[in-house]
């Protein structure tokens, strides 16, 4: 396999963890239809959660149809550098990445978010360094 290939279908894995699978896996009473949530939470939950799909199609848009990989790298970059934001900052407002009634899932002692999103973000990482250099090359 071409190493462009397997980079579009590393960037497109990631892309699928980030913006769709959280919109399948949230579409549920623990978080989108929580009745315990205000109608307002709903909506920025809702608003999140197409945001998200709608920015991972728009980037497997650009990686497949305009063999751009420079630009879905970045987008997922600064999609999961939001979760990261608030996973660090959620002391400051009283987040917590599970609720008091809810299950935590742990994988390699890490919680379930952090582990994916720590491979999420290693796997855009990769993507992104090479676009880098593929453009640096590309230039000379």
């Known amino acids: 396999m ?15 963890i980030y913006g769709i699978v959280p919109a399948i896996a949230d579409l549920n009473e623990s978080h989108l239809l929580n009745p ?22 728009m980037s497997l848009y ?6 751009n ?9 600064m999609f999961v550098g ?9 002391p400051l407002y009283g987040g917590a990445l599970v609720d008091d009634n809810g299950i935590e899932t742990k994988v390699l002692g890490l919680e379930a978010n952090v582990f994916t999103f720590l491979l999420v973000t290693s796997a855009l990482l990769v993507v992104l360094i090479y ?6 090359a590309d230039s000379d």
């Open 69 to 77: 990989l420079l630009l879905p790298a970045f987008v997922g970059l």
């Open 82 to 90: 939001g979760f990261w934001t608030a996973y660090l900052t959620a």
């Open 62 to 67: 650009f990686a497949w149809v305009k063999d």
């Open 131 to 136: 676009a880098l250099g593929a453009q640096r």
């Open 36 to 57: 315990l949530w205000s109608p307002h939470a709903r909506v920025h939950a809702a608003w999140f959660l197409f945001f998200g799909a709608a920015m991972a199609f």
């Open 2 to 16: 071409r190493p462009r290939l397997g980079l579009k279908i590393l960037l497109t894995l990631a892309t699928l």
